[in-house]
């Protein structure tokens, strides 16, 4: 499936080079992108190592294939048409996950990258705000022993329904106990007490007042809770209320809410695989953070 993806990709990639002036969003580059974004999506949902789970979540949620793959043309067509209102699609919450099956993307290495500070801190209590569609960490802890408990924060329906139908492909009849769900505003200053960790993976750019808000967060959690949060590195776009340029503009920013920086790393996009970046050139990072209180 990868090699397919990358090799439908690269044909298009190809095709840009091949025009005499290639201009991003112009009607035959977008034609194009249309075009290969079905095959991409299409690819995914018959590979052969993913087809079966695929079926049985489509099938549970009762979507169709030609939804899911109009909601993935969709979304990854123009970024700039998307709003946060995007998110309540239950057909988007699939093609998020299908995102986060996609090697070679740079989902898998933000993923990847959230698991290995999890697995440091071991923590008992997480809340995860914002958490859009189950990510690896919550599948590692799910089919484990599962020490901690997870306190799962959206504002959507499409995200419980979702994650509870993937919860019960991955665990079935043993996540409930350890899993709680809240449907969750962040722009009304809602907060969630008494956690060991508060991740905020792609969403604290989305809260109206990001910054009031994790100020707030910050000032009612335990001494010792920890907090991971991906903040984007690039231009803006719509959905989002604020944007850092750099990693020091980013930290310098955590460290004004109330939080150190303990470890980090920048994850990229990855041109061949990651297309929906074309929107900011490729030039596009998430700054993924460990960070507890300041004086802590």
């Not at 002036?21 to 977008?30: A, L, R, T």
């Not at 057909?91 to 299908?98: E, G, N, S, T």
């Not at 043993?174 to 907060?191: A, Y």
């Not at 310098?252 to 900011?280: M, R």
Request: glycine share 2%; aromatic share 12%.
């Amino acid at each position: 499936m990868v090699y397919l993806y990358q090799k439908i990709y690269m044909s298009f990639n190809q095709f840009c080079s091949a025009l005499k002036n290639p201009e991003p969003f112009s009607d035959e580059y977008m034609a194009e992108k249309k075009i290969l974004l079905k095959q991409a999506s299409a690819s995914i949902l018959e590979d052969k190592n993913l087809k079966t789970s695929l079926k049985c979540l489509r099938d549970d949620l009762c979507l169709s294939k030609e939804e899911i793959i109009k909601a993935y043309i969709d979304y990854d067509l123009d970024i700039s048409k998307n709003s946060n209102e995007t998110y309540q699609s239950l057909a988007l919450r699939y093609v998020l996950h299908m995102h986060n099956l996609l090697s070679g993307s740079w989902h898998i290495e933000r993923q990847k990258t959230a698991l290995s500070f999890i697995k440091k801190l071991k923590p008992r209590r997480i809340a995860d705000m914002g958490f859009g569609v189950p990510s690896s960490y919550m599948k590692y802890l799910v089919q484990g022993d599962f020490p901690s408990h997870l306190t799962l924060c959206d504002i959507d329906d499409s995200a419980e329904t979702f994650a509870k139908s993937l919860f019960n492909i991955w665990a079935p009849e043993k996540w409930q106990k350890n899993v709680t769900f809240k449907k969750f505003d962040m722009n009304t200053g809602m907060i969630v007490p008494n956690q060991d960790l508060y991740v905020f993976q792609s969403s604290i750019e989305h809260v109206k007042e990001c910054t009031l808000y994790l100020k707030k967060h910050i000032s009612h959690s335990p001494d010792h809770a920890y907090f991971l949060l991906s903040l984007p590195i690039g231009d803006i776009t719509p959905e989002h209320y604020m944007e850092w340029k750099t990693t020091k503009e980013a930290e310098q920013w955590l460290y004004s809410c109330g939080l150190t920086l303990i470890e980090s790393k920048l994850i990229h996009v990855n041109p061949k695989v990651d297309l929906f970046a074309d929107y900011h050139q490729y030039q596009y990072a998430d700054f993924y953070t460990l960070c507890c209180k300041n004086g802590v």
